[in-house]
């Protein structure tokens, strides 16, 4: 039997090193694979919770954290692995966890920001009401308004009349009061000046309206307010969404305002829609209809046939509740989403995603290009050329893009074309992975951008089904036609300039987007 070779005093040393360096290295070692697992887990219930990676990106996460869950078990538990590859193993596990567990803190605040691009639709608002009487007049409260005249606009709603009439009866003897019937703000304002009524009652609204008019331009300096009173008013929210918006088609109407201040736009009303898009989109298909209304388009307001007026006036007097019920009218369907954006939200969205590549029909110029200098709190602008093909455009020159008219050769027709042009590039680029690698970016940059009646949930369900199919969108335009003319605005009392609108475009419109609706594939003839 041979006997064991003696080790020399260096051997023994080496020897006695390696069981010390051991002694520390496999505790380590242990307890960073025992973290990778915990964090891996963590980690894994986070992006669960977050609801955005579609169920075959979920297998494959769940199959690669397991496999490095057991690699680094085995290497930090296993007697086998030489003190070398334990530290390795150490190193590689605390680099992991450290991720994952970053991750794991981050994944929230990306819900967060998601909700955030949102602003809370408000469910009230303040409706204030002035009793304005002339400048000169002898009359300081409503208590010398007793044995006069007091003229009211017509189309107040009933509810109105009474507050108002409850309010005013605390000053003084309504009973003692005649009423006069004022078809609109301006026969208001002419009857109130002319004498024949002594006193009228204005909402602000009314009031903010008559500075588009020359000639009354002068109604702060020729009238004074002696009594007002605010209402607080629930608003409506009269739309049917869907059950699930990955295999239902569904309607989003976009309406756009001429306004740089985020705050705004919380404000459901008094406001003028300059953009106007009805969005139609079938998942099941992969399409996806834009339909631009021209702002002055002559319509029935609130879908009220006694209402006829500018479209962009809808908004201002009945809000984006009476906004979609003009729409729904006019086109026959039913909208299931609104989303409100200003100028800022426009330029912001478009950087954001690294600005839009369109081709352009034709060259022209335009001073339209603006951006909003905080510094000053002032609008500035520069003059552009759109060369005719193939552009890029930034967030502030897509702004100018959609807002010139002038220059154009169909004036506000042109205006709703290019409307359309930079929202089917949008959609295009919202749908590139390009977005998807810029998600952070993009997150940061849209906070409170948008006011929206959609939920969280459904946003989520949109990235994930656009993750998990990556369907090639079919993005197809509609055009609604007119012809300008001078036409009676209901809710301003003047004729105005007009779009009277071609039916035959209505009707076409009308018929792809039920189409859709319906299920069906549709295909845009010429």
């Known amino acids: 039997m041979s006997e064991k070779p003696q080790l020399t005093r260096q051997e023994k040393a080496r020897r006695i090193a390696y069981r010390k360096r051991r002694k520390i290295i496999f505790p380590a070692a242990r307890i960073t694979a025992l973290l990778t697992v915990a964090a891996s887990l963590i980690f894994l219930v986070v992006v669960l919770a977050l609801g955005i990676l579609p169920l075959k990106y979920i297998l494959l996460l769940m199959l690669v954290l397991g496999a490095i869950d057991r690699i680094v078990y085995f290497l930090g538990f296993s007697r086998k692995v030489n003190n070398k590859n334990k530290v390795i193993q150490t190193v590689i596990s605390l680099v992991l966890s450290i991720g994952m567990i970053i991750g794991s803190i981050k994944i929230p605040a990306y819900r967060s920001k998601i909700e955030r691009m949102f602003n809370q639709i408000p469910l009230e608002k303040e409706v204030v009401y002035n009793v304005y009487v002339l400048r000169d007049s002898t009359v300081t409260d409503l208590k010398g308004l007793e044995q006069s005249t007091l003229g009211f606009q017509s189309n ?235 552009i890029h455009l930034t967030g502030a020159e897509a702004l100018g893009y959609v807002r010139e008219r002038k220059s154009l050769p169909d004036g506000d027709l042109g205006r709703n074309l290019h409307q359309t042009i930079v929202i089917k590039a949008l959609v295009k680029k919202a749908a590139s992975p390009e977005v998807i690698m810029n998600f952070e970016k993009l997150l940061n940059a849209l906070s409170n951008t948008f006011l929206t009646n959609m939920e969280t949930k459904q946003i989520i369900e949109l990235g994930r089904f656009q993750l998990d199919k990556s369907p090639n969108w079919e993005i197809m335009t509609v055009s609604i036609k007119g012809e300008s003319d001078f036409a009676y605005s209901m809710e301003v009392g003047e004729e105005l300039s007009m779009l009277i609108l071609d039916q035959e475009s209505v009707n076409k419109a009308t018929y792809y987007i039920n189409a859709m609706l319906n299920g069906e594939r549709i295909s845009i003839g010429n």
């Open 156 to 390: 107040m709603e009933d509810e109105e009349v009474e507050y108002i009439f409850d309010s005013l009866s605390q000053g003084m003897s309504v009973k003692q009061v005649a009423t006069r019937d004022c078809h609109s703000v301006i026969d208001a304002v002419n009857k109130l000046y002319n004498g024949v009524v002594d006193a009228v009652v204005l909402n602000a609204t009314s009031v903010s309206i008559l500075n588009n008019f020359d000639d009354y331009k002068d109604f702060a300096t020729r009238a004074k307010s002696i009594y007002q009173c605010t209402r607080n008013v629930r608003l409506p929210s009269e739309v049917d969404k869907v059950k699930s918006i990955t295999t239902t088609p569904f309607v989003v109407g976009i309406v756009g305002n001429d306004e740089w201040f985020l705050d705004d736009l919380t404000k459901t009303d008094e406001f003028r829609s300059d953009v106007n898009m009805i969005v139609t989109v079938n998942p099941n298909t992969s399409q996806v209809l834009l339909v631009s209304v021209p702002r002055d388009s002559y319509v029935a307001v609130n879908g009220e046939d006694t209402r006829m007026d500018k479209l962009t006036h809808a908004t201002f007097f009945t809000g984006i509740p009476g906004w979609i019920k003009t729409l729904e009218n006019l086109l026959d369907f039913d909208m299931n989403y609104f989303v409100k954006v200003n100028f800022s939200s426009v330029v912001k969205i478009i950087d954001a995603i690294g600005g839009l590549d369109i081709d352009n029909p034709y060259e022209f110029s335009t001073g339209a290009v603006a951006w909003y200098d905080e510094e000053n709190e002032e609008e500035r602008s520069r003059l552009t050329t759109f060369k005719e093909g193939q």
